[in-house]
Nanobody
Framework: QVQLVESGGGLVQAGGSLTLSCSAS????????MGWYRQAPGKERELVARIGDGGLTDYEDSVKGRFTISRDNARTTAYRQMNSLTPEDTAVYYCHVIETPQFEYWGQGTLVTVSE
């Protein structure tokens, strides 16, 4: 049974930092990519950052230079360091994993709240 365990959300003041992690287990095949989407109140879910099997990263424009995504050596846990947070980063962040060939899995979501 595939399981994604997320951690690291919470409340932080503007300008602060948080690190989110997502651990995947139960995969039958290799993980193709890991990343996060976020959904703010009244907005659609959007891709924030992802990292592919070869280490190739992709970031949403508003987080470039502030967020960094990485994976552990076993490539089953992803980390996202978020710096210089602003209230506009307030959202529920969902871990997203693609397993070869193209099976998708979502985490339960973790709330990040950035206060003024």
């Amino acid at each position: 049974q595939v399981q994604l365990v997320e951690s690291g959300g919470g409340l932080v003041q503007a300008g602060g930092s948080l690190t989110l992690s997502c651990s995947a287990s139960g995969m039958l095949f290799s993980i193709k990519s890991m990343g996060w989407y976020r959904q703010a109140p009244g907005k659609e879910r959007e891709l924030v950052a992802r990292i592919g099997d070869g280490g190739l990263t992709d970031y949403e424009d508003s987080v470039k230079g502030r967020f960094t995504i990485s994976r552990d050596n076993a490539r089953t846990t992803a980390y996202r360091q978020m710096n210089s947070l602003t209230p506009e980063d307030t959202a529920v962040y969902y871990c997203h994993v693609i397993e070869t060939p193209q099976f998708e899995y979502w985490g339960q979501g973790t709330l990040v709240t950035v206060s003024e």
